[in-house]
């Protein structure tokens, strides 16, 4: 089958840094992405990655190993609004996209 | 700049009655999706439309049935609602089709059946 693998939760420091894993398991590969999304509100796009690497975007930066099948999003100088869940999606080889179920970052003061 | 709109944003409904949430994007998006989104699981893909005229069915289709008339609207309709379709639905459309690209998202609609 096919899965998507990212922590359930995970808290952090106001200021600090945090990374949230994801590994995936899918029939082929042709790009992920990470998205936001804040408590009772619609998902919104942070990144994207189809080729090994980092994309840095401000604070916010994602890699991806596609040999591993897996990425990560890195969050930099972290501040109370982002306390979310990030989520990882991953396009397979017919264009469908495969979710994880989310990470709920908890950010404290 | 509206983006995408769904109708309504909240109901609750009696099991066994039919149910139509609505969907309206203003971005030209050739591409629609309607999903649901369940604690603890990821989002599931109910149906999709890669353009006007073409529907399709995604991981979770029973239950449900949409249309896609125009380019701008893509209604879900609930035939006869049971209680395990009581989710919070999400509406998204993408510029592409065959590859979804970046998806852009309605507010969602949260759906209780009694």
Redesign the interface.
């Known amino acids: 089958g096919q899965n998507?693998d990212q922590p359930?939760e995970m808290t952090a420091t106001e200021g600090a840094i945090v990374q949230i894993n994801c590994t995936y398991q899918t029939s082929g590969f042709?790009?992920l992405?990470w998205?936001q999304q804040h408590a009772g509100?619609?998902?919104?796009?942070l990144s994207?990655n189809v080729l090994d690497g980092l994309e840095e975007k401000g604070r916010f930066s994602s890699f991806l190993s596609r040999s591993k099948g897996y990425s990560y999003l890195l969050l930099k100088e972290l501040q109370m609004k982002d306390s979310a869940s990030y989520?990882c999606?991953v396009?397979n080889s017919n264009?469908?996209?495969?979710?994880?179920?989310?990470t709920k970052l908890i950010i404290k003061p | 700049i509206a983006g995408i709109t769904q109708a309504p944003t909240s109901q609750i409904l009696a099991a066994g009655r039919r149910m139509t949430l609505r969907c309206t994007q203003d971005m030209r998006h050739n591409a629609m999706y309607w999903y649901r989104q369940d604690l603890g699981l990821g989002l599931r893909l109910i149906h999709y439309s890669n353009t006007a005229g073409t529907t399709g069915k995604g991981e979770v289709p029973d239950g449900y049935s949409v249309s896609r008339a125009n380019t701008d609207d893509f209604p879900l309709t609930l035939a006869s609602a049971v209680p395990s379709q009581t989710s919070v639905y999400f509406c998204a459309s993408s510029p592409g089709t065959g590859d979804p690209g970046e998806l852009f998202f309605g507010e969602g609609s949260r759906l209780t059946v009694l």
């Open positions: 998507i359930t042709n790009g992405f998205y509100e619609a998902p919104t796009f994207y989520l999606a396009t264009y469908q996209l495969i979710w994880g179920a989310g």
